[in-house]
């Protein structure tokens, strides 16, 4: 890393509502692994994850908050209001004003915005801080679900299950099973040698 990339401020927004830490992947393991993603592009300052405690209360936020939060991200609780959009205007204010206060401090090094998403309203707020000089990276869900138009605007897009949490598929046995001919091979194996036609028939009752 050169020293201009090691001067670069990075923050990390997640929006849990669209991208939900797996249930295989532990909290402290996923903040490593965003961390290791990241770190060459500069030095991490800030990292929030935003969701809906009512919901996770349901059983439907993050399964490990107090993991989360100890592994270094705020966790900030955005009630929808009966409103979809409440968690974007949130964590979309907390990117502008990250970017304007890091560019106040140092106008020479633009600060660079981590987003973990799928939601393609965002495309526009990226477009526009790109537009100024603000480096951003995606991190997206899954990739039948993400919308094109998001990756299309990040200068760095990773999957956020393939590339970064490094998933490992699940192994699957290559063992066939017997066939029918096998089977009558192993039967007629395990029969002891027999001299008289009485004494195999005993053997099998």
């Known amino acids: 890393m050169n020293s ?8 990390i ?5 669209n991208v939900a830490l797996p249930k295989w992947c532990g909290a402290a393991e996923a903040a490593k692994q965003i961390y290791s993603a990241v770190s060459k592009y500069g030095r991490v300052v800030e990292r929030r994850l935003y969701f809906d405690y009512q919901k996770h209360s349901a059983g439907n936020g993050p ?3 107090s ?17 979809k959009e409440t968690l974007d205007k949130k964590l979309i204010a907390d990117v502008l004003t990250f970017a304007w206060d890091c560019t106040a401090r140092n106008t020479e090094q633009k600060p660079c915005v981590v987003l ?13 801080l790109r537009d100024r000089g603000v480096m951003n990276i995606v991190m997206y869900g899954k990739d039948c679900s993400v919308a094109q138009i998001l990756v299309e605007n990040a200068d760095v897009s990773l999957s956020f299950e393939r590339d970064v949490l490094s998933e490992q598929p699940v192994a699957i046995s290559s063992a066939k099973p017997a066939t ?8 007629f194996k395990s029969i002891p040698e027999l001299e008289h036609v009485n004494e195999f028939v005993q053997f099998i009752e």
């Not at 927004?13 to 509502?17: F, I, K, L, V």
């Not at 939060?69 to 900030?76: A, P, T, W, Y």
């Not at 973990?116 to 526009?128: F, H, P, S, V």
């Open 4 to 11: 201009k990339a090691e001067n670069k401020e990075i923050a």
């Open 13 to 17: 927004y997640w929006d849990y509502e």
């Open 63 to 65: 399964h490990d908050c």
């Open 67 to 83: 993991g989360l939060d100890l592994s270094g991200f705020d966790l900030v609780n955005t009630p929808t209001r009966n409103s």
């Open 116 to 128: 973990i998403t799928r939601d393609g309203d965002y495309a526009y707020t990226l477009a526009k």
């Open 180 to 187: 029918e001919e096998a089977s009558r091979y192993l039967f």
